[in-house]
């Protein structure tokens, strides 16, 4: 009858509930964070008017200030759900300003190193959300580095076979085969077993990162990450040759119109898939499409699809058919209208 929850009444039960929400809707928002990051690093390698700078410096500030308080969240939530926190790196020890101050020097150096010429390492990139693949693609591509791309674990070892890297970036969650699976394979084949690995994953959980460094990974990075850590993180692992060029210039026009067309094209194939899921009531795939859906939505900005996709997810979880039908209804109408409004 009162609406005012009583603390004496919230029992930890209640409360692990409500942290374990928290902790899965910060994930969420982690996500289309390497977007908006991931665009504002490109747009900083092009040329640019002087009125535009502050603007994608405020867009940039404004990021890093969201992610920062995402993960403060998401630390809060987990110690409620009883989970231990990792030890702090040696980094994050550094008081604010001497932390400041390393970030400019690093990002001086990247761009001196951006003038001199380009990397020549080939890097495999494993990752089957296209979005995620074609920004980090690009980002190394303006960077100089030879890349191959690969949509799942059984893709990469197949690409291992035919040809050489010097280092791979590996997204953890895939169909076919995942990342873990993917990484113990290659830590067990002799002529990759040296291959540095780097975890490249949406999952930032606390312990997410040892279960990556477990199964063979060399390191782990979080999406979504700056351009300056990624580089900095393959620079750990490997020596990179610089040759004496310029580097390519990356046009942002060039991007967006790359990335709509492949959006509502990949959409369309997922509700197909979706639909026909449902109406076999195969709930796996329900869950594994409903999952790529909200994550390629979310990419792209598209929140309330993302938020559909995701209802959808937990529906299929609980095997809820009548939910599923009706937000099937939901996002079908919400994807036509996306349609009309691209193509009018």
């Not at 409360?15 to 690093?41: D, K, W």
């Not at 580095?145 to 895939?174: H, K, P, R, W, Y």
């Not at 690995?197 to 390191?219: P, Q, R, W």
Request: aromatic share 6%; proline share 3%; net charge negative.
């Amino acid at each position: 009858m009162d609406s005012v929850i009583n603390p004496q009444n919230f029992n930890k039960s209640e409360s692990s509930l409500l942290a374990n929400r928290l902790v899965n809707i910060m994930h969420e928002l982690r996500t289309p964070m390497i977007g908006i990051l991931g665009s504002v690093e490109l747009l900083e390698q092009e040329p640019i008017l002087e009125e535009q700078t502050e603007h994608i410096q405020t867009i940039r500030t404004c990021g890093e200030q969201l992610l920062q308080t995402i993960n403060e969240i998401l630390n809060v939530s987990t110690i409620e759900l009883g989970l231990t926190t990792s030890p702090p790196r040696p980094a994050d020890l550094l008081s604010s300003a001497t932390d400041q101050k390393r970030m400019e020097h690093n990002q001086n150096i990247l761009h001196l190193e951006t003038l001199q010429g380009l990397y020549s390492a080939a890097v495999l990139i494993v990752e089957d959300n296209s979005l995620n693949q074609k920004l980090i693609s690009k980002i190394l591509l303006n960077y100089g580095f030879e890349v191959s791309t690969a949509v799942n674990g059984a893709e990469c070892l197949t690409q291992l076979a035919n040809s050489d890297f010097d280092i791979i970036l590996m997204d953890m969650q895939m169909p076919v085969m995942d990342g873990y699976e993917t990484t113990r394979r290659i830590r067990s084949t002799p002529a990759w077993s040296r291959i540095p690995i780097i975890a490249v994953t949406a999952n930032a959980f606390i312990g997410d990162e040892k279960k990556c460094l477990d199964c063979g990974c060399s390191s782990y990075l979080a999406k979504p990450f700056r351009t300056e850590d990624l580089i900095e993180e393959i620079k750990n692992h490997i020596q990179v040759r610089i040759k004496n060029t310029t580097a390519p210039t990356l046009f942002s026009d060039e991007i967006i119109h790359d990335l709509l067309p492949e959006f509502l094209e990949s959409l369309d194939k997922m509700l197909a898939d979706l639909k026909a899921s449902i109406a076999s009531r195969d709930f796996s795939v329900i869950i594994d499409t409903s999952h790529a859906i909200k994550g390629t939505a979310g990419m792209y900005g598209f929140g309330q699809l993302s938020k559909l996709a995701f209802l959808m997810e937990q529906a299929a979880r609980d095997k809820a058919v009548n939910k599923i039908d009706m937000l099937f209804t939901q996002l079908s109408s919400s994807v036509s209208e996306l349609n009309l409004v691209v193509n009018y």
